[in-house]
């Protein structure tokens, strides 16, 4: 590294230990405390900052500078996963340890390493000035790991935030995301008759009637989804779970299932529910037996290449690297799915590998960190400009 590589690397060391030290593991996911110590860094700088929370204790920030449109977003989810069995890490997984080039520690890649290079970043942009058209907005977002509503989600709501181009921190290894499956997470219950396990046609079974309707979504919607592509991308269905019945001697009269489908990015929620409603609907069961409802439901998206941020982007990314970024095919859901209809520009950009996320000794390569946040201080400047 360079010196001034060397500085940055300092700063984003000492930024990611600092969020590390402080747990917004999800349950509970609270994020005030988070919040709380990197607003005092946003205020430092000059940012008008706010703390929106409409459900204790899962706060969110928001971190503005300059004014009006263009309004370039940066977002990164501040809430992680829990630690697991402590035994399984080989450092204080509250600790930011360094070894051979990593740093190790809970949500260190997922997505406090994004997030400590935004920390930096606004830095430089007030450093700078700040912007010289529009306005730049930082967002450290709770809920995310659960898939909830009181993050990112509460704030587009509100209109807290109102982005033309929206870069999330997601671990892309500094590639880049531009398209993303929608979710939807579906609750089928079915009901019936109890009676004694000693006299089954005495009852009527739920958790049969739950197999014959799952048996006809697997063979009829199952190979309709698998047809249907968009690039690398599949629409899909899983079953993942099931629940009925209290004791093997007494015939079963509620049965629950839920079912996670991922939806091309064109593929609308509301369709998706009324595919499978029309399903289920043809199994021919009695009225009134089978009740579905609708758990999780956010569009995908898909941005343009050559759009003028992402475009931006993928410019600046190669006159970093010397070589254009790979375009990833994304298997999670991101937070920019919930502006998927809103015609703005949505692409996930940060350092780490998402292979690694959601485990024991989890990490981030300090030089993945160094080389974002020049390639971001560049776009800024590309898209934007600087005051000085």
Same mark, same amino acid.
């Given at each position: 590294?360079?010196?001034?590589? @060397?500085?940055? %690397?300092?700063?984003?060391?000492?930024?990611?230990?600092?969020?590390?030290?402080?747990?917004?593991?999800?349950?509970?996911?609270?994020? #005030?405390?988070i919040c709380e110590a990197a607003g005092e860094h946003f205020r430092a700088a000059g940012y008008e900052v706010s703390m929106p929370m409409r459900t204790p204790p899962i706060a969110n920030l928001v971190a503005r500078l300059g004014e009006g449109s263009p309004c370039v977003v940066f977002n990164s989810h501040i809430d992680t996963v829990g630690t697991g069995d402590r035994a399984a890490w080989r450092?204080?997984?509250?600790? %930011?340890?360094?070894?051979?080039?990593?740093?190790?520690?809970?949500?260190?890649?997922?997505c406090k390493g994004s997030a400590a290079v935004h920390l930096w970043l606004a830095g &430089?942009?007030? #450093? #700078?000035?700040?912007?010289?058209?529009?306005?730049?907005?930082?967002?450290?977002a709770g809920d995310e790991e659960r898939l909830g509503p009181e993050g990112t989600a509460y704030l587009r709501e509100e209109g807290l935030i109102e982005p033309d181009a929206l870069?999330?921190?997601?671990?892309?290894?500094?590639?880049?995301?531009?398209? &993303?499956?929608?979710?939807?997470?579906l609750e089928i219950e079915t009901t019936g008759r109890a009676a004694h396990g000693g006299d089954p046609p005495a009852g009527d079974n739920a958790i049969l009637r739950m197999m014959r309707l799952l048996e006809r979504l697997q063979t009829e919607l199952g190979p309709r989804l698998a047809a249907r592509h968009s690039g690398e991308k599949v629409s899909t269905m899983n079953i993942g779970t099931l629940h009925g019945g209290e004791n093997?001697?007494?015939?079963?009269?509620?049965?629950?299932? @839920?079912?996670?489908? @991922?939806?091309?990015?064109?593929?609308?929620? &509301?369709?998706?529910?009324?595919?499978? &409603?029309?399903?289920?609907?043809?199994?021919?069961e009695p009225a009134g037996s089978c009740t579905v409802r609708r758990l999780v439901g956010t569009n995908g998206f898909s941005a343009p290449l050559d759009g003028p941020f992402v475009g931006a982007l993928l410019t600046t990314i190669e006159d970093h690297r010397g070589r254009p970024p790979e375009v990833l095919n994304a298997l999670a859901a991101s937070d920019g799915r919930f502006f998927a209809r809103d015609g703005i520009e949505i692409v996930n950009f940060g350092p780490g590998d998402g292979a690694v996320?959601?485990?024991?000794?989890?990490?981030?390569?300090?030089?993945?960190?160094?080389?974002?946040?020049?390639?971001?201080h560049a776009f800024i400047e590309r898209t934007l400009g600087f005051r000085n």
């Open positions: 590294m360079s010196g001034a590589e @060397r500085s940055i %690397a300092d700063s984003l060391h000492a930024l990611l230990a600092e969020l590390i030290a402080i747990p917004s593991t999800t349950p509970p996911g609270d994020t #005030r405390t450092t204080d997984p509250f600790a %930011a340890t360094m070894e051979d080039g990593r740093i190790y520690g809970l949500g260190a890649n997922n &430089e942009v007030a #450093r #700078r000035g700040g912007p010289a058209q529009g306005s730049v907005v930082f967002v450290l870069v999330l921190g997601s671990p892309t290894e500094n590639h880049i995301i531009v398209e &993303e499956r929608g979710i939807l997470w093997p001697n007494v015939v079963p009269d509620r049965c629950t299932a @839920r079912i996670d489908r @991922r939806l091309l990015p064109d593929e609308p929620v &509301e369709a998706a529910v009324a595919e499978m &409603e029309a399903v289920l609907a043809g199994v021919g996320s959601h485990a024991a000794n989890e990490f981030i390569p300090l030089a993945e960190m160094v080389d974002a946040a020049i390639i971001l």
